[in-house]
């Protein structure tokens, strides 16, 4: 390289040094009148700050902050540019003109309302017609019509399908005190609470009842509700949401059927009452939250006395099981508080247990036993507290009539001072299914009592050999078909032949029968398509309070002439 | 707090409510709960007696020294006065106990059904012009279980983004797919109706077996009505099943109190479903179904409320058929008519009066619901305790009722109310709006005719509103 070379060259770096000299001068410059226009807008200045302040001198910082504003604009251009695909895919209306859309749209034809009649609805009609209506109450006597004949007026008939089986309000002994006191509350504070609980509902005589429910059945607190049916669904829905787990029996009621499809829970089905099957579960359930390591609400779901078959629930084991596998325990009370217990307190009582406080969550009903109309939940404190905000029947429905709340609480009273009540249908109750089952033997009857001979409430059901020699059917086709038409989702109406024959046979040899020896039985109401479970047609006969022992004799005695009658068809 | 212990404190079965969920009740609604559930005794009528009760620890308990206040009651259901302990209606209630007593046999389908039932059923029918009606023992219950008896996951139901919570429920215990529309919008309520019909259901496109559009009557948060009229009018063209609920506004509207079919002057038969409550203007409990005979027929069967709940009892079945006759003007002629005329008068003087003293008030001129917006969720407690202060009972509705920033106070207009009461009451709220600057109405929606924010001295909306109100050139929406 020659001299004049090198010193070009170096005057060329030179140059070059200048020239980024005077540049970054230039660009300070421009920096300097950039950060001053933008000093002017609050917004920038804003902007600026947090830059300023979040960087401190911490490069990894500000390029962390930078990828996660990259990123969140990256999801958000993703996510419209989705939103804007899905449009463009399946539109009827672009592929059509106008009047060609205008057209299809004239097409369409819904299906009618409710399904039109068919041949299969005489069975129907049959049903509907058959709905008996009470004319008069005379004591416990009754008077009743059905809507096909309503001229044929069958009189006094004894009332043995109800679930009142204290029957206090005619009982001579208290029912006047209980309707001069309803007739005192209506002439204080009229017939509606004229509002939810949460805005001036709730009454004096609300607090109260909810005060005497939890101390008499030995609970922290309660929480009425407006009926007993709609507070199941209620309240299991809102201790429940998606990952949380029930396990529940085979056999349950509509409404915790109901009540597990709102929660969203995922659901696991024992065995009617086997405690093997449930535990089975349980430890299934254990051990997977166990591996998983999150902690879910669990619950067991049970009834104490089932409303399909009368049996009682083994709260023994329920207990152990719920301790020992760390879940909740949901029973329905609905047909046994006031019935089941030395003084009428339900299962725990009956069980021998002090107070309810190893049952997580019970649902009772006013309306059974305890005779006016309403529902009410007991649990501990906290699940009270957070139920009156969540519960949905609790807070978006008016509350109940106040006249309700008085009589409960005078009922509750009453069973407090006397227990004579609850012991006479305790007394009743082992009589009549002692006599019953008795003379069902000797008569070879093809019924068979399904119910737990200490349930108030008596479910006699074919046996399987007379169901086949009579329909050519057995307990599994009927699953199956019930089964097969759930699947296939006929929501508007199951109207399954085999049930349905099962009940007219029920109804015209065994309950008409009964009518015409002055006694009136109840067929088991179902509607089907709710019940997502198996089950079978029966009838019950309902024990109460007021019956004496020749009452008992001589509804035992027709009862299994009427029964052995049928079974010889 | 001891209530939350259960929730913080680490334990072998998960809390009923994790930290998060709770958050709203431990930090927002504790702190205001003694303006929620406050106790009463005796008739919610004209006046309410509440039971004074001393908040502690922040609201975590109470105890009750044992006063009563008697306070004017603008917060109960009552529209036509019916909640009362004297007169036509509690004496056949009263002669009804002796005759039916007070106990329910059992559900509806197993022997719970009394002549009773049925007299009552067929005249609540033909009050609301329809065939034949089914009665339940809860409002509620009739929505959430009614749904499921006819609807499945082929059928769409398009419903109002404000339905009430009792339609939610009874629509997803249904299976049916749910599509809500904005609230009284006709335009996005078709523009949805044309999708649904030409799209099908979503993934496989078959056409919906039946598409059923929900809607409320009267609106108990809003005030506001369905418009009924443009529904029919969709309900054929598209052919549709319409389902309204008039828990609010059966007994209220119209001028024979027949509801919103009567106040638009559409035949009953148009609407498929008419569903309502006897809570709110009968002063009884329960609800009703009301259809053409056949689907009665066919939920006489399928319902679970009439197989599984138990049925009215007597003296609130009482309640509704005396109740229902004095408003036909077939038990004690005349007394029905008065009643209307009141709760007219009074729900339009009182919206009216808070109009022009410069408050923001929703709804339509005749409903006899008037909430009053006060957005700040803060104000909601001021607001209820200076109106307790003044010895007047009024609802104030917060979260999740309504969202969270329109937090609203809401007025509930009784038949009972008399001119002097609501005098009472614009006075006070006039009082109290100050105080809390609520007044931020711009007059546009309603109250102004010159376009001007509406600021009127209270003298001089008392003395010239109770005639302006019977204009309806002054009710804008």
């Known amino acids: 390289m020659s001299d004049l070379e090198l010193a070009s060259s170096e005057v060329k770096q030179n140059a070059f040094q200048m020239f980024v000299l005077n540049n970054s001068l230039t660009q300070n410059a421009l920096f300097k009148k950039l950060y001053k226009s933008l000093e002017q807008n609050y917004v920038t200045v804003v902007i600026m700050d947090y830059i300023k302040k979040s960087h401190q001198n911490d490069p990894y910082r500000t390029f962390v902050e930078l990828i996660v504003l990259v990123i969140g604009i990256y999801y958000i251009i993703r996510n419209s540019k989705k939103n804007s695909n899905s449009k463009k895919t399946s539109k009827v209306i672009d592929n059509l003109t106008p009047k060609e859309f205008e057209n299809f749209l004239q097409e369409w034809e819904p299906k009618p309302l409710v399904d039109p009649l068919d041949e299969k609805d005489t069975l129907f009609k049959w049903k509907l017609n058959k709905q008996p209506v009470i004319t008069d109450f005379k004591g416990d006597k009754v008077d009743v019509i059905t809507l096909d004949d309503p001229q044929n007026k069958k009189t006094d008939l004894y009332n043995l399908a109800h679930y009142n089986f204290l029957k206090l309000s005619l009982n001579p002994k208290y029912s006047k005190r209980l309707t001069t006191l309803t007739n005192k509350i209506i002439k204080n504070c009229g017939v509606g609470s004229c509002g939810p609980a949460g805005f001036y509902g709730n009454e004096d005589l609300h607090y109260k009842l909810e005060y005497d429910l939890a101390k008499f059945l030995g609970s922290e607190s309660c929480v009425l509700y407006g009926q007993d049916f709609a507070s199941i669904p209620s309240v299991l829905s809102t201790f429940n949401k998606r990952g949380d787990i029930i396990v529940a029996d085979k056999l349950c009621n509509v409404a915790i059927q109901n009540a597990l499809q709102l929660s969203r829970a995922t659901v696991y089905y024992y065995d009617h009452n086997d405690m093997d099957d449930l535990e089975r579960y349980l430890e299934m359930v254990y051990n997977d939250e166990k591996n998983d390591g999150v902690l879910h609400r669990r619950y067991i779901v049970t009834e104490s006395i089932f409303q399909h078959n009368g049996q009682i629930c083994k709260l023994d084991d329920l207990i152990e099981l719920k301790q020992k596998y760390k879940f909740r325990l949901f029973i329905d009370e609905t047909l046994s508080i006031g019935a089941l217990g030395k003084t009428g307190k339900g299962i725990t009582e009956f069980y021998g247990y002090p107070d309810r406080s190893l049952v997580d969550i019970t649902v009772g009903s006013l309306g059974n036993s305890l005779g006016t109309g309403g529902g009410f939940v007991l649990g501990d404190a906290t699940m009270s507290f957070f139920q009156r905000i969540g519960s949905n029947a609790y807070c978006f429905s008016a509350s109940l009539p106040p006249y309700c709340c008085g009589v409960v609480s005078d009922v509750l009273q009453i069973l407090e001072e006397d227990q004579s009540t609850i012991e006479k249908l305790h007394y009743n109750i082992r009589q009549f299914n002692f006599l019953l089952s008795e003379k069902l033997k000797k008569v070879k009857s093809h019924f068979i009592i399904t119910s737990n001979e200490k349930s108030p409430m008596i479910v006699l059901k074919m046996s399987d050999k007379f169901r086949s020699k009579l329909f050519d059917s057995n307990v599994s086709t009927i699953y199956e078909s019930i089964n097969k038409q759930q699947t296939k989702q006929h929501k508007s109406l199951i109207v399954h032949e085999p049930f349905l024959l099962e009940e007219k046979f029920i109804q015209e040899e065994v309950i008409d029968k009964l009518i015409d020896l002055k006694i009136m039985a109840g067929l088991q109401p179902y509607s089907l398509q709710h019940e997502s479970l198996p089950l079978l047609p029966g009838f019950l006969i309902s024990v109460d309070a007021l019956m004496e022992l020749e009452d008992i004799e001589n509804i035992t005695d027709k009862l299994c002439e009427v029964l052995g009658a049928a079974s010889r068809k | 707090m001891e209530i939350f212990d259960s929730i913080i404190k680490p334990s072998s079965v998960a809390p009923w409510f994790t930290m998060f969920e709770s958050f709203f009740i431990r930090r927002m609604k504790q702190r205001i709960d003694d303006c929620f559930s406050r106790p009463t005794t005796g008739v919610p009528g004209r006046f309410i007696r509440c039971i004074e009760r001393v908040s502690y620890n922040m609201n975590e308990y109470f105890t009750y020294p044992g006063a009563e206040k008697l306070c004017l009651n603008l917060s109960s259901y009552n529209y036509l006065g019916f909640a009362q302990s004297e007169g036509t209606c509690t004496d056949f209630v009263i002669n009804n106990i002796d005759k039916w007593g007070v106990s329910s046999n059992g559900p509806r389908n197993l022997l719970g059904t009394t002549q009773l039932h049925l007299d009552t059923e067929a005249l609540v029918a033909r009050f609301v012009g329809k065939d034949d009606c089914i009665i339940t023992s809860m409002g509620y219950s009739t929505n959430a279980n009614f749904f499921n008896s006819f609807l499945n996951k082929n059928c769409l139901v398009i419903s109002d983004e404000l339905n009430h919570a009792s339609i939610r429920t009874g629509v997803r215990l249904s299976g049916a797919s749910v599509k809500p529309y904005k609230h009284n919008d006709m335009k996005v309520l078709e523009q949805l109706l044309r999708e649904q019909i030409s799209e099908g259901q979503p993934k496989t496109h078959k056409p919906w077996d039946k598409i059923l559009i929900c809607v409320e009557g009267l609106f108990s948060m809003e005030g506001t009505m369905c418009n009924l009229p443009e529904l029919v009018k969709l309900k054929k063209k598209y052919k ?238």
């Open chain 2, 240 to 477: 549709c099943y319409l389902f309204v609920d008039e828990a609010h506004s059966i007994g209220a509207m119209g001028p024979n109190g027949r509801g919103v079919c009567e106040y638009f002057g559409i035949d009953p038969n148009d609407v498929d479903v008419l569903m309502g409550t006897f809570t709110k203007s009968f002063g009884a409990a329960g609800g009703y179904i009301a259809a053409d005979q056949k689907f009665i027929n066919r939920l006489r069967l399928d319902l679970t409320t009439q197989n599984y709940a138990e049925p009215s009892p007597t003296p609130v079945l009482s309640q509704v058929y005396s109740s229902m006759k004095i408003i036909m003007g077939e038990m004690n002629p005349g007394e029905g008519l008065e009643r209307l005329s009141r709760i007219t008068f009074n729900s339009r003087y009182l919206r009216l009066g808070l109009q022009r003293l410069g408050f923001i008030v929703y709804g339509i001129a005749d409903s006899p619901v008037v909430p009053l917006l006060l957005y700040a969720p803060s104000k909601m407690p001021a607001f209820s305790r200076l109106m307790l202060e003044r010895n007047i009972a009024v609802v104030i509705v917060a979260y999740p009722a309504t969202p969270l920033t329109e937090s609203r106070v809401r007025f509930c207009i009784s038949a009972s109310l008399t001119k002097e009461d609501i005098d009472y009451v614009l006075r006070h709220v006039d009082e109290v709006g100050d105080m809390l600057f609520l007044k931020t109405s711009s007059g546009i929606g309603g109250g102004s005719l010159d376009g001007k924010p509406p600021r009127w001295n209270i003298e001089d909306v008392i003395a010239k509103t109770p005639e302006d109100c019977k204009d309806d050139r002054f009710f804008t929406i």
